[in-house]
């Protein structure tokens, strides 16, 4: 039996989220970062089917320097203004709230996160938060060589790295862009780490990729942690 356990917020609706969270909580000063919040008598995690959720996931931005044909049009996409976009303060108080009501892993997802100057110090910032035993990061591994031994230290404890086929050419045709190697890079990286995991994304499109299954598992069973 399949259990869901995880909740799916982004940069956009996280406001209303904090709005409804909030008024469940009382507390004198909501601005305040790190302020002691109550507890309440039930958990606004719980579904209608009794099933406790644990699992956050955050949209960090809505910005990807790759164009993947399944995912985004070749010209991109009209972006949201900053102004209406989640602050790191922001990001790290509503990240409080759900952990006061019982969330432990928190996912940073987007578009592509590493594009956020400020990925780090959510890391850091979110890992320093009681009740939050794991953080991790879902990224098309582009820039992750770069950035992944900050955001070891900063406290990243899983990594998911999307890689849709193990040629190149065929990479630049899927995403629109050049980089194969780098993902490529970035996957060694990350296994060079103390990451609790490291698993490869694949999506499988008939009549492209799916010949490449095979590869993939010779590619990754002896290389990727798939805990």
């Known amino acids: 039996?399949?259990?869901?356990?995880?909740?799916?917020?982004?940069?956009l609706s996280l406001r209303s989220t904090f709005s409804k969270c909030s008024r469940q909580i009382s507390t004198n000063n909501l601005t305040k970062p790190n302020v002691e919040l109550e507890e309440t008598p039930s958990s606004p995690l719980t579904d209608t089917f009794g099933r406790f959720?644990?699992?956050?996931?955050?949209?960090?931005?809505e910005r990807c320097n790759l164009r993947c044909?399944?995912?985004?049009?070749?010209?991109?996409?009209?972006?949201?203004?900053?102004?209406?976009?989640?602050?790191?303060?922001?990001?790290?108080?509503?990240?409080?709230?759900?952990?006061?009501?019982g969330v432990e892993?928190?996912?940073?997802?987007?578009?592509e996160p590493l594009l956020r100057?400020?990925?780090?110090?959510?890391?850091?910032?979110?890992?320093?938060?009681?009740?939050?035993?794991?953080i991790g990061l879902t990224t098309n591994g582009i820039t992750g060589k770069r950035h992944f031994q900050k955001l070891s230290d900063a406290g990243l404890t899983h990594v998911n790295i999307s890689l849709?086929?193990?040629?190149?050419?065929?990479?630049?045709?899927?995403?629109?862009?050049?980089?194969?190697h780098k993902v490529m890079e970035s996957i060694d990286r990350a296994l060079d780490l103390p990451f609790h995991s490291v698993k490869v994304n694949c999506v499988v499109m008939k009549g492209l990729n799916e010949d490449e299954i095979l590869p993939f598992v010779d590619f990754t069973k002896d290389k990727v942690s798939f805990n």
């Open 105 to 111: 892993k928190v996912r940073l997802t987007g578009g």
């Open 1 to 11: 039996m399949i259990k869901i356990r995880q909740i799916n917020v982004s940069i």
């Open 69 to 101: 044909q399944y995912c985004m049009p070749e010209e991109g996409i009209e972006l949201t203004k900053s102004s209406k976009l989640l602050s790191t303060e922001e990001v790290i108080y509503l990240t409080q709230i759900f952990a006061k009501h």
């Open 117 to 134: 100057k400020d990925i780090a110090e959510i890391c850091e910032r979110i890992s320093a938060i009681d009740g939050i035993k794991s």
């Open 53 to 61: 959720h644990n699992y956050l996931r955050i949209s960090l931005s």
């Open 164 to 180: 849709d086929t193990l040629i190149p050419e065929k990479f630049e045709f899927v995403s629109r862009r050049r980089g194969h």
